[in-house]
């Protein structure tokens, strides 16, 4: 079992540029969530999709950022342009259906984004 | 307004000496509260799911318990290889996630 993967690990850019995040789901699973994780404010959800479709993007922060996922093996988060406050640790997760209750969500490794 | 809490932030056990990790939640309402534990460079991992107040899950040093106000994650005998970041986490009724920041532990032989 692969996993989650995203790519990149890392990734270091400069202010203003665009950014883009990727993540390839365990396969079969349904649910795909993107949350960001920083010191401060720990892990927050920002959208989450089921069966490729968004269902709630209310944690995304600005209109700088959006999410999306042509298929059932991909998806991206991208941040156009990209400011130094959005420097964090950037999850994607997946589950089965019904996620939202008895399956637990499975994490991939991060992209860790620093916006000089 | 929703929110969850854990304490402490950080803490160190001697190997052996057994602790109690808190997670605090309020929500309108509550239809899970998940442990994960994250080591450095990782993403979480899944370790227990609780759904009602009185439940209780284990696994190997580690025990769960749920009440209506807050969760403990119980680590018995801890060896150094239990130390990690432990999260909690809520899903409420309206389907929101809420991740408190979670409790650092170190356990030191």
């Known amino acids: 079992d692969a996993g989650v993967i995203q790519s990149p690990r890392h990734e270091v850019t400069e202010m203003g540029q665009e950014v883009t995040l990727r993540c390839k789901p365990i396969s079969g699973h349904d649910y795909l969530f993107w949350y960001r994780q920083t010191m401060m404010r720990g892990l927050e959800l920002l959208i989450y999709f089921n069966n490729n479709v968004p269902i709630d993007d209310s944690g995304m922060p600005e209109d700088r950022f959006s999410a999306k996922m042509p298929n059932a093996s991909f998806s991206t988060l991208k941040i156009q342009p990209s400011e130094p406050r959005d420097s964090a640790v950037y999850f994607c997760?997946?589950?089965?259906?019904?996620?939202?209750?008895?399956?637990?969500?499975?994490f991939g490794d991060g992209t860790r984004l620093s916006i000089l | 307004e929703d929110q969850v809490t854990q304490s402490p932030e950080a803490l160190r056990l001697q190997e052996g000496e057994s602790s109690s990790l808190n997670c605090s939640y309020t929500v309108s309402g509550l239809r899970g509260l998940f442990w994960y534990r994250q080591d450095p460079g990782k993403g979480p991992e899944f370790l227990f799911t609780l759904y009602s107040a009185g439940e209780e899950k284990e696994k190997e040093r580690l025990k769960a318990t749920l009440t209506k106000k807050e969760s403990f994650l119980h680590i018995t005998a801890p060896k150094p290889e239990d130390s990690a970041t432990y999260l909690c986490a809520v899903l409420s009724t309206g389907n929101q996630f809420y991740f408190g920041t979670g409790t650092s532990l170190t356990v030191i032989p």
């Open positions: 997760a997946s589950s089965f259906s019904p996620a939202l209750s008895n399956q637990p969500q499975h």
